[in-house]
């Protein structure tokens, strides 16, 4: 008889238990507490996103009906629904945070050098973007959006090259994205691609002046000078390629930089886009192509949203939704981290698919995946999501 690990246990040691607990003493997560602690919370809440649970009860309802196998869990005793509703809503947000920004700094290294960008660049390339999750006003007061209507706005910025988070910000619905550009650390030589939402001119020069890079569309109201043009290739799509500045009062003083301006027809979706960017060594087609890429950041937010347990809330509060995102990105990172250490070729679809019918399985998750069954998963591979290849 196999005497080994769960599946799930196989998973959760891969977090290291010095720098977990190294994060709970930071905000004193454990003070107080006799026998639920950080680390069974954690591994409550894990267990509800890889088993798709669509509530706190349910995810209750099933440790307690395992009850025999909970020890070997990590999680000890069977506990009840107010045990852990009241760790989600009393513990502090941000041990789960720095956990998840861990396993993200561990995921980077593992991933590093690997790239399906078709702009061949050493440079790293970030795409900038927020996903706004609906939900009842006079449930989460909190979340202020409209007038009758609440929501959650998750503010990300994704690594184009490895499709992994590099910042995340969870705020309420009503704050702008443009804001949180101000909390980022821009790194020097690194391009930022971002949406035309993200217009405010003192805020991209703060990318110039660090001499980092970034490629926005161009608001169809544009008030700007020309100073000269570059020769263009029509059949390539680039309409014109400019040297501009910009002739507005308030928009010249917040940059007073040039800026280049590219316009190209995208003749696979029949639209013309107008690109700004202060990068004048790229090709316009480059441009064009690294701007394309930034649809990556919407798969991620649809992938999260439809694997992961982020649309139902279990927990009311700020700070309990705040735990089960960050819990919920941290499960997606360990499952990314687990695919490259163990070698599993699969997709991140599939490998929480198996593992979700297997967490309580005894077989080391490398037979598990030794030969698959495509015909067994419903996703369709020309519709597939590929956050890792």
């Not at 395992?66 to 989600?88: C, E, M, P």
């Not at 991140?348 to 005894?362: A, E, M, P, R």
């Amino acid at each position: 008889m196999n005497q080994g690990k769960y599946v799930f246990s196989q998973l959760m040691s891969l977090i290291s238990h010095k720098v977990f607990n190294r994060c709970v003493s930071k905000y004193k997560g454990d003070y107080k507490s006799k026998h639920f602690t950080c680390w069974k919370q954690f591994l409550c809440m894990s267990f509800g996103q890889l088993t798709h649970r669509e509530s706190l009860s349910d995810t209750i309802v099933c440790l307690q009906a395992h009850a025999d196998k909970l020890y070997h869990l990590g999680i000890g005793q069977a506990i009840v629904k107010s045990t852990l509703s009241n760790a989600n809503e009393g513990r502090d947000y941000r041990i789960f945070q720095d956990i998840a920004m861990t396993l993200i700094t561990e995921a980077k290294a593992l991933y590093v050098g690997e790239s399906d960008l078709e702009v061949e660049l050493k440079s790293n390339v970030f795409a900038i973007d927020a996903t706004i999750i609906d939900v009842c006003l006079s449930a989460f007061s909190w979340a202020k959006f409209r007038s009758t209507k609440g929501g959650i706005k998750v503010h990300l910025q994704l690594d184009l090259k490895t499709a992994i988070p590099e910042f995340i910000h969870i705020t309420p619905a009503s704050v702008h994205e443009v804001n949180i550009l101000e909390q980022i650390t821009y790194q020097r030589d690194s391009f930022y691609v971002v949406d035309r939402g993200y217009t405010a001119f003192e805020k991209l020069y703060a990318i110039q002046r660090a001499a980092a890079f970034f490629i926005i569309r161009a608001k169809d109201n544009l008030n700007f000078c020309r100073l000269s043009s570059r020769p263009v290739n029509k059949a390539e799509g680039v309409l014109c390629d400019q040297i501009i500045r910009l002739c507005g009062f308030y928009a010249r003083k917040d940059y007073p930089a040039r800026l280049r301006r590219i316009k190209f027809y995208d003749a696979e979706n029949n639209r013309t886009l107008v690109f700004l960017s202060n990068n004048f060594d790229l090709k316009a087609t480059e441009i064009a192509q690294l701007y394309k890429h930034r649809w990556k950041i919407e798969l991620f937010f649809k992938w999260i949203k439809q694997h992961l347990k982020v649309k139902s809330f279990w927990g009311r509060s700020e700070n309990a939704v705040k735990v089960q995102i960050w819990i919920a990105i941290a499960v997606y990172v360990l499952v990314a981290i687990a695919k490259k250490k163990l070698g599993l070729k699969q997709t991140l679809y599939q490998i929480l698919q198996v593992v979700s019918i297997g967490i309580f399985d005894k077989t080391p998750i490398q037979q598990l995946f030794k030969k698959p069954i495509q015909q067994n998963f419903k996703e369709l591979n020309h519709n597939q999501l590929k956050i890792f290849n």
